[in-house]
């Protein structure tokens, strides 16, 4: 039974367009829902995340939309950058900080 | 890298042999994790530990054991590497252990069995 699924695998931008990742779950535990952001070589680091009580959060450029009904959630990436290339996932947490992780997405911004 | 250090970051072992690798945080943070990553796969929980000598089995553990007898280092051990266990092992911590507390990621470590 997959908990987390994690969509599209793979995705290409053109610089300045708008990258959209989606995040389906199961398990009604969890109660925070955090996306990663992973350059190449590098362990996975926290780029943003909301609390189920909140439908929207907004940090500069990446904003999360947070749907508890549908247990969805998405990353939208504005203004995409070549910097921006890298692999996110989403990794919905629960108490001990145990977090259960998408399969990623490769995102591609072409200059 | 919140102080994470993982060691070796490349091996090369062939099957049937033992594994140990380690995780050494600067912090002192109770809660830490192992995780490995597979294409396709995303990272899995191997397992974790709340505190010395507290660990538990995360959704992958067949295959490894853990131990902390320091707040500051985990081990993970392979008793007899498997090919399938071929993988980009990552070390993590918890500030907290809290539900929305993040986990800060080491660099990871590269295990190829032959």
């Given at each position: 039974q997959?908990?987390?699924k ?9 610089k300045?367009g708008?990258s959209i990742?989606?995040?389906a ?18 362990g996975?680091a926290?780029l943003i ?5 909140v439908?929207e959060k907004k ?14 959630f998405?990353?939208?990436?504005m203004d995409s950058q070549?910097g921006?290339?890298?692999?996110y996932f ?5 108490s001990?900080s145990?977090?259960?992780f ?5 995102l591609?911004?072409?200059p | 890298?919140?102080?994470?250090t993982q ?8 099957t049937g042999?033992?594994?140990t690798?380690r995780c050494?945080?600067?912090?002192n ?5 192992w995780y ?5 796969h ?13 660990t538990?089995?995360?959704?992958v ?7 902390r007898s ?6 993970l ?10 993988s980009?092992?990552?070390c ?10 993040p ?8 295990l190829t069995v032959?």
């Amino acid at each position: 039974q997959q908990q987390v699924k994690q969509s599209p695998q793979s995705l290409i931008v053109q610089k300045g367009g708008i990258s959209i990742i989606n995040c389906a779950y199961e398990n009604t535990a969890f109660d925070y829902f955090p996306w990663y952001q992973q350059f190449p070589g590098k362990g996975p680091a926290l780029l943003i995340a909301i609390r189920p009580d909140v439908s929207e959060k907004k940090e500069g450029r990446f904003t999360i939309s947070f749907n508890k009904s549908a247990k969805q959630f998405s990353l939208h990436i504005m203004d995409s950058q070549p910097g921006d290339s890298a692999t996110y996932f989403c990794a919905p947490q629960t108490s001990g900080s145990r977090l259960t992780f998408g399969e990623g997405t490769q995102l591609t911004v072409n200059p | 890298d919140a102080g994470i250090t993982q060691s070796p970051r490349h091996k090369v072992t062939e099957t049937g042999t033992p594994v140990t690798l380690r995780c050494h945080q600067t912090e002192n943070h109770r809660y830490m994790y192992w995780y490995r990553q597979d294409p396709g796969h995303g990272l899995r929980l191997i397992h974790y530990s709340y505190g010395v000598k507290d660990t538990d089995k995360g959704e992958v553990s067949d295959g490894y054991s853990v131990s902390r007898s320091k707040t500051e280092d985990f081990l993970l051990t392979l008793e007899s590497a498997t090919s399938s266990q071929t993988s980009v092992y990552f070390c993590a911590i918890s500030l907290t252990g809290a539900s929305n507390s993040p986990l800060h990621f080491g660099n990871g470590t590269r295990l190829t069995v032959t």
